[in-house]
């Protein structure tokens, strides 16, 4: 009776608790001799889930199209020293990744893992001294993205929870581009020679504001992932 007891309050903790991932949200064993290759396609399964709708039980909001109410870059290195000012952004294309690869080293607590995508798209708005522009859809093809990312352990309730340390990124397209979709109306030269402009050195331009983009894009995926890691302890994270 005693052991019924403790069995059935055990499925029930249990199911109770898995029944914040979703069904087909995949978790890999700490002591998996695979565990990279199982991250890999955990993570990639992951981005196709969270997709459009976020995965509220676990803290996950809608990643595509991924909201930003701001962001800023630092200035570049050229001539033009310019500190862009976005608000308002709509990124598309995450959810469509591909994880190329994942590692995840438990005693540094170190996980890097690398992305392509496809088709990045990003609107927003402009700040430019107050003044709010409209600018043109910037999208980039084949994005390769090296995600580093330094765990330290906290403990709430008793309960150890990974905070993300530090979130580096590494971006690569292969290729920018810019459109617009009905801008400059009534001025469609202007419009077409100042695109053409940028889409002819998107090389320079992206080199030249890489650092800052790489830096402001880290800061907005880790607060994606941090309200993850901030909801899932350690020990769920993992499939004991
Ligand atoms: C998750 O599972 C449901 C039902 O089994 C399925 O329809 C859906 O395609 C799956 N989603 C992903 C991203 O695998
Ligand atoms: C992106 O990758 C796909 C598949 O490998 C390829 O067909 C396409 O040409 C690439 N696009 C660019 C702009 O490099
Ligand atoms: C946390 O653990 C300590 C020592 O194991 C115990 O005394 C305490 O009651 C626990 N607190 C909670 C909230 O579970």
């Not at 971006?171 to 695109?195: I, M």
């Not at 830096?215 to 004991?240: M, R």
Request: proline share 4%; with cysteine.
């Amino acid at each position: 009776m005693k052991l019924v007891l403790i069995v059935a309050v055990f499925v029930f903790v249990h199911s109770a608790f898995t029944r914040k991932f979703p069904a087909n949200f995949s978790r890999c064993r700490l002591s998996d001799p695979d565990l990279d290759n199982c991250l890999k396609t955990a993570i990639e399964k992951a981005l196709h889930l969270i997709g459009s709708k976020g995965i509220s039980s676990l803290n996950l909001p809608p990643i595509d199209p991924l909201k930003v109410s701001k962001l800023e870059i630092a200035q570049g290195t050229s001539a033009v020293k310019l500190v862009q000012k976005y608000t308002d952004l709509s990124i598309t294309g995450v959810s469509s990744s591909k994880v190329e690869n994942a590692h995840f080293d438990s005693t540094k607590k170190i996980f890097t893992f690398k992305t392509l995508t496809p088709n990045y798209n990003q609107e927003m708005d402009y700040d430019v001294n107050g003044k709010i522009l409209v600018v043109p859809v910037y999208g980039s093809d084949n994005v390769t993205s090296i995600n580093t990312i330094a765990f330290e352990e906290e403990t709430r309730n008793n309960k150890s929870y990974y905070k993300i340390k530090s979130y580096k990124l590494s971006l690569e397209p292969s290729l920018c581009h810019v459109r617009y979709d009905g801008l400059f109306e009534g001025n469609e030269k202007l419009g077409a020679t100042l695109l053409k402009t940028i889409n002819d050195n998107w090389r320079d331009m992206f080199d030249d504001i890489k650092d800052g983009l790489e830096a402001a894009y880290a800061e907005v995926f880790k607060s994606v992932a941090s309200g993850f890691f901030n909801t899932v302890p350690i020990q769920d994270i993992f499939l004991s």
